[in-house]
């Protein structure tokens, strides 16, 4: 279970890596910069995290039950919800108030522009903190800066329950019907965003970074990947490390480089639902990839009793995941605060620079900032977990 963890965790740091990389580019690339449309592909990084959430998820609902079985507990489900979201809430209330004072600040006192402009209205800031901003348009990310994702990811922890329960059951008739579900989910997906935009007049209409590519129907299908690898590991041990590697690591070339196409080159607005499930779909077969080499190199060193070489590119990534969500609440601070400011000063009196260098030579040192940043960010939200967990 660890190395499958650790693999998960590699795909979680190149999840958040994708994310500085497009966040990154907000305020130093100009739209004429011949990759920026590349670089906004790291956005997928959120999908990596979605299908991520799913297999981990498994475990935390089965640990759940056997704790409940050894001692009586409170209702599992209610037990569930509750950890999900006292998990996500202190950090995400942190920062909150850390970008409703910095608004405060650069808005009001200094009148300078700031990275995020904050939507300060009441109705928003309530529903970013009960995490239900997911089924508003106007307040799904104009309260947090990326705030979609959590509010799109707690949904997705909302439906776990039940889409865990029928896996469950489909996996007892063949193990094959499992890989129904997710096509099921993408399909009913598709309709539902063609229904809600025709309701709405197209008031609500489907492209990327909208209301609809955000809303959690979305990245259903792309999060029941991560439950379908779960329950294939466990029905059929050591699923990953049996199946080819070759094979699957064609078949993670094959998504990505089609994913990235779809991306540059949609064709038309139902690309962007049909994007995120292939993009699933990739990091359930780099899942399986990484699985394999990760369970072939413990046996190897099984087989000849030495200890461990420390791989520093794959351990970095493993703790970036590990440190994923702190990282993720702090690099705005980095991404949108820090490159706004930079380049309000580099353009005051009609000055340039060479965006595609400086964002070159910003980008390492950004990732590390908000690496170091986020890590103790992680820490402390640990030593608040452990607190709430006492209580």
């Given at each position: ?156 922890y909302l439906t776990f329950p039940f889409l865990y329960g029928l896996f469950r059951r489909l996996r007892r008739i063949h193990p094959l019907c499992m890989a129904v579900l997710p096509v099921l989910l993408l399909v009913l997906n598709v ?201």
């Open positions: 279970m660890n190395q499958k963890l650790k693999s998960m965790d590699i795909i979680k740091g190149i999840g958040i890596i994708m994310i500085i990389i497009v966040h990154n580019r907000h305020f130093l690339m100009l739209d004429i910069s011949g990759l920026r449309p590349l670089m906004n592909y790291g956005q997928m990084g959120c999908q990596l995290f979605f299908f991520v959430s799913g297999f981990a998820l498994c475990y935390a609902w089965e640990h759940l039950s056997e704790s409940s079985r050894r001692r009586r507990r409170a209702p599992k489900l209610l037990r569930f919800y509750l950890r999900r979201y006292l998990r996500l809430a202190p950090g995400f209330l942190l920062f909150m108030i850390i970008h409703f004072g910095l608004n405060i600040l650069l808005l009001n006192v200094l009148s300078f522009p700031p990275g995020f402009i904050m939507n300060r209205e009441l109705p928003g800031i309530l529903t970013n903190v009960f995490f239900v901003h997911g089924l508003f348009p106007d307040y799904i990310n104009s309260v947090f800066p990326g705030g979609w994702y959590i509010g799109t990811a707690f949904l997705l309709f539902l965003l063609g229904w809600i935009a025709d309701w709405s007049d197209q008031e609500l209409y489907l492209d990327n970074n909208t209301f609809l590519y955000f809303f959690f129907t979305n990245h259903l299908p792309c999060f029941s990947l991560g439950i379908v690898l779960f329950f294939q590991e466990k029905n059929n041990a050591r699923f990953c490390s049996k199946f080819p590697l070759a094979v699957s690591a064609l078949l993670f070339v094959v998504t990505t480089g089609f994913g990235i196409y779809w991306f540059l080159n949609p064709a038309s607005e139902k690309t962007f639902a049909l994007l995120p499930s292939l993009v699933g779909l990739s990091a359930y077969f780099l899942a399986v990839s990484l699985i394999h080499i990760e369970v072939r190199m413990k046996t190897l060193r099984g087989k000849k009793q030495h200890t461990r070489h420390a791989n520093p590119l794959t351990d970095f990534l493993a703790q970036c995941g590990q440190n994923s969500y702190g990282m993720y609440l702090a690099h705005p601070l980095v991404c949108w605060y820090g490159m706004k400011a930079l380049n309000y000063f580099l353009t005051e009196n009609n000055g340039t620079y060479n965006d595609l260098l400086l964002y070159g030579l910003l980008l390492v040192p950004s990732v590390f900032i908000v690496f170091v940043i986020g890590l103790y960010v992680e820490k402390l939200l640990t030593w608040i977990d452990h607190r709430l967990r006492r209580s």
